[in-house]
């Protein structure tokens, strides 16, 4: 049915209220227990009149200007209407009135009273007043004859009474109701209802049913029903027209009949199930106006009007699209009583009207109503059920015109004729939510803020004196406090450290502008305007460090300088919700599309407008709760992306696990009240803090008094955090997460604070190890064993002494294992990380350095790195001739690095003085810049080519086979290092003199041949028999074949050392230990050794990188292996 | 002890301040203060809290029971009671003069406030002199005032002592004559 009911609103406090309408029907007039009438222009009128008419009204009447109320000062007081002003006493009694009531013309007025008595008073002069005694209880209700004969008065004391006015008689009285001793306590109000115009009827709402008596013969003449209703009618209301009769109950339940079929042609229920205790028709007899006993204001609209409601009840299918609404919202209650508080449910109708049909045909029509799945197959049941209820229609009310018998029963010409509206009945879209600017409040507030961030705030002030925006900074020394007029409108805006943006929409005569009060320029012009383009309007603007992004209605976006060039522009693929930006970053919120049922369907883009311009989000859709919005977007302090949905909970990027969105507080659960909300502005990583602003009852801060910024912690909704197992579990992974910060800032080439972040580092271990003493005290070993695989490796050797010590000795072995695993990682990635830190030193310069962590950090794609890496080598050229001498000193380096580590650099190979000496020397010796310069080229080229598969040919020709056989070295040493473990405990160990060189042997058989040089390259190790053969027979060996390679001449020999005979090899193993006291002496032998081949060759220097290179990942090998052993 | 000495006692107690410039932790003898965020509030003593108001580098925030409503209803409680309420604050006569002298601008309803807090003050020092008064006529030897604040007992101190002083004088002169039924008069 159309009947549209709309939602409630609150119109008074908790009570007892009373409603009507003017007799214009422009005003609906309601008075309540907080004793003030309010005229409210229509329901959706914010600011309703107020008249103070006393401490409590409990009845009003109105008519030609004058207000009536029954006030708890035992008073009838008249007010006019619509001004308000107190027009005198109408009369007193001895307690308070109930209820009051105009005549028709409104030339008396009837007043029942709690001391028995009803009144009736003549407007026009308060003196004429006539007493009608008689009842024995307080009076309920009064109701004039429209002819003005007589009045109907309810008690009570049980009893309806006619009286005769004039004669001030009882003419005749029905015992009915139920008995009460008060008003307060009787079950229903009991307002009566006269028919207007013909004044034939009488309806008196007799519990559940309303009873019509007639009209002189005065007797009961029928009953209206609903089987909907099974509490007490409080009120009956007659349609201006007469001809429809609408009641209101305890317990909510809204029906309108059709007085002369009997038919109930409307049904509704309050939304929350409140009684009615008020309710009136407007004049236009198309709207319902009611009352509960919450004091809350409902309207029913687009009623049926009399004729429409005997003719055309509308048929099923024919429903708008916002009755689904009600049936949805009302899912709970039809839970309950399968359709019969459904109004739409077409098929209920016969039923209610035929009140009698047999049960058969009730059982038979049920199904149907109930959750009605497709209205297809409904259809059908309603044709076969038509025939049905029409010849019960027709056996009831034989007497009855066609048109009454249609009323009552679905229409069955009509219905299967109307055009049946195509009807959706999958999920509902959502509206899509409006954008908004980051920490701002509602744009209809006339004090609002028109954001609040970290560096301060823009109020906007818009009312009858003033329209202006007041700039306010946290940190005083960015700028002081500016005031500006806003004589464009500006209703957006955005603050930083440089700038304030503002924007305004589009009006008839300008175009959207854009303004910006750079600040902070040091020239004298601080302020641009740029206006946008026809028909587009700024919906979400943004300032960054340095440029400004603003994003139109034409789902455009643009970005500016901040001195305000125009930059690129490039197109959104949804409407805009927001924007933030930290630095170089911008994170856009865009509908990806409609979403439904309640949930909002956003895409969230991540850009990086650095030098180089890079998208790390590709509009995947953002994550929120369920049927929440976007409340707040922004960056953490520290630049990582983050967000508040509606429903409180503040998510951050992860930007460790694949950029996905982890939730890292709910801000509800630590509001106290439903209602309460608190206001994200600001998000810090370290210290974990949110910044919000508590608000009580509702969503957003007020301007005044100025709100005061809370601080909550973060927490991450992890299970069991009560347990103590809980709460270090997610103490480490919240620390984890918010130390994701580090890596990216240090990828983006920002200073970190070191400091924090190993104290950040160090509790996370510490945390682990507690979580370790945890685990092992509760004996769950597995559980050890995980946790220990997230510790650092030197951590897990306290666990390991943890475990030996509490006598756990298969978890301390197999953590020692798990030690040494986590020793060759370590190895490993400091390796790659060696290499990676050549390619990076040649990109300093540009900020393209990330791609390599971002690599590791992201695991987003890894072709993009490699591209980037194929490109450098030409940029590199370019740059080359400018950096040269930087370049070099920078290529060294981590050569020195590497130095400081291993105080001597020993190496196997020759080399030049100029790969080994200190880089600062380089220039010092007295080599020209272009020779350096040449040398410095080629480095750069190989080291980029590198990691680069392709690039290989065009490389050294050395560099091929050095790095071919260094590749794979790892991996075998690691298995050996295991092997040799697990070996070396089982077999119970030979005594040595050192551990160490039990290591070296066993290496020693299977380290691949160029492996040699590593050993060699260590001085701290001691060397083995073969390297010192080698150094011993190296000249030999050169002298045989002076033109073979590096790796060749070890190659030769290593075959000839294994050809020595045993004894031979093991006094040079011999030897060997002796020596590895003291390592420095052949070492300096050999050094000289080295000087004296490298002299003569030329061609060395280009080698010498590729010696750097390999002495480094040598270094760290070395490292390692001393890491190893110590952990035995 | 004059009012002053106890005013210097008073700015030791904590308040709120938002501050509108930004510096690490201070480490004072009483303890560490800060650190300072701009926007961030953050408790400091009053003495702090008041020197930065000067110099406008911040806002101070009214405590808690600096509230009309609150305040309200502690001077109805006091004039409904014979004996000492607890009052809002152990300084309150004193916080709120110089809250309101120096950040007038912070508080809202300033006025009010004042009125209200020397309301409560004057009907606590009625009482205190009412009490005194039966005290004195009384002749006892001891009384018991709880609730009171530091500066309500130094604005009776003196005057009180130095009285029962004099009075004490005047009836150890005149011990043999009179019995001690009889007010004093001074």
Known sequence: MPCERKPMRYGHSEGHTDVTFDDTGKFIVTCGSDGDVRIWESLDDDDPRSINVGEKAYSLALKKGKLVTAGSNNTVQIHTFPEGDPDGILTRFTTHATHVAFNHSGSRVAAGSSDFMVKVVEVADSSQQKTLRGHDAPVLSVTFDPKDEFLASASCDGSVVIWKIDEQTKVTSWPVLQKSNDVSTAKSLCRLGWQPKTAKLLAVPVGSKVHLYERDSWEHVSTLSDDMITQPINVVAWSPCGQLLAAGSVGGFLTVWNAESKLCVERQKHEKGYSVCGMAWHPSGRQIAYTDTQGSLGLLDDLPTASSATKTPKAPAVKAANDYDDLFDEDDDRAMDEGLSDTHSPAKRPVAGGDDDDDDDDDHLMPATGRVKNRGSFLDDENSLDTVSLALGQGKYGDDDDDADAGGTVAPPTGPSLPLRPVYEGPLPTPPQKPFQPGSTPAHLTHRFMTWNSVGVVRGYNDDQDNAVDVEFHDTAVHHAMHLTNALGHTLADLSQEAVLLACPATDELASKLQCLHFSSWDANKEWIVDLPAGEDVRALVLGQGWAAVATSARTLRLFTVGGVQKEIFSLPGHVVSMAAHGEQLLVVYHRGTGFDGDQALGVQLLQLGRRKRQVIHGEPLPLSCKAHLAWLGFTAEGTPCYVDSEGVVRMLNRSLGNTWTPVCNTRETCKGKSDHFWVVAVHENPQQLRCIPCKGSRYPPTLPRPAVAILPFKLPLCQTTTEKGQMEEQYWRSTLLQNHYSFLSSSGYEVDDEGQNQNQKEQQELLMKMFALSCKLEREFRCMELAELMTQSVVTLAVRYASRSRRMNLAQRLNELAMEKANQLQEEQEEEQEEVEVQEEEQRTPRSRYGQRESAGGHSSSRPHQAREEEPREEGEDESLEADGESRKRLNPFARGAAASPEKPSPKPMSKEGRVNPFKVQGSGKSPSQSRVSNVLDSMTSVRRPVPLGGPSGKQSKGPVLKPLAPKPKTKMQSTLLQMATSKAANKKAQVNPEPAADRLKQPEVPPPDSPVEDSENKKPRTGFQLWLEENRKSILADSPDLQETDVIKAAMGSFRSLSAEDRLSWTERAKGQSAEAGDPKKRKRVAEAGEGDGEESRAKADENIAKKKKSLDTTAKLSAFAFNKN | ?186
């Open chain 2, 1 to 186: 002890m004059d009012p002053a000495e106890v005013e210097f006692l008073a700015e030791k107690e904590i308040v709120k301040i938002i501050p509108n410039f930004s510096l690490d932790k201070i480490y004072l003898i009483g303890g560490d203060l800060g650190p300072f965020n701009p926007g961030l509030p953050v408790q400091v003593p009053v003495w702090l809290a008041l020197n930065l108001k000067q110099r406008q580098k911040c806002r101070i925030l009214p405590p808690q029971w600096m509230d009309v409503d609150k305040l309200e209803e502690v001077r109805e409680m006091e004039r409904k009671e014979d004996s000492f309420t607890p009052p809002p604050s152990p300084y309150y006569m004193e916080l709120t003069k110089l809250l309101l002298n120096h950040a007038s601008d912070n508080i809202p309803k300033a006025d009010e406030i004042r009125t209200l807090v020397k309301d409560i003050w004057d009907t606590r020092i009625a009482k205190l002199r009412l009490s005194a008064d039966s005290f004195i006529s009384q002749q006892e030897a001891h009384a018991k005032l709880d609730n009171l604040t530091l500066m309500e007992i130094n604005t009776t101190r003196s005057f009180l002592l130095g009285s029962l002083n004099c009075m004490f004088k005047l009836r150890s002169n005149m011990q043999p004559g009179t019995s001690t039924g009889k007010g004093p008069d001074y």
